[in-house]
């Protein structure tokens, strides 16, 4: 995929979103600091984010939407 957006966005803190095309897009809030910047291309597997305690928001946020809709992503973890 290709980061597209790599800042602090509302409740999410730091956010990186992943466009992975046809409409797919991956989120990963609560981050401590992004390794990647817009407009760079990622691998599966690929560091992205590191994740640390940033108060009320510790740990990691995932989401995978599809044309702005949110889906099940399990699909994409392997589950």
């Known amino acids: 995929g290709k980061v597209v957006y790599a800042d602090v966005l ?5 956010l990186v979103i992943v466009d992975h095309g046809e409409g797919y897009l991956s989120l990963y809030g609560y ?7 817009v407009g ?5 597997g690929e560091a992205i984010a590191s994740v640390g305690d940033r ?3 510790s740990g990691a946020y995932f989401e995978v939407r599809h044309r ?3 889906v099940n992503p ?3 973890c392997g589950g």
């Open 74 to 76: 399990s699909g994409w």
């Open 31 to 37: 981050n401590d600091a992004v390794l990647k910047r």
């Open 10 to 14: 509302g409740g999410y803190g730091l």
């Open 40 to 44: 760079q291309r990622v691998q599966a």
């Open 68 to 70: 702005g809709q949110p």
């Open 55 to 57: 108060g009320k928001a």
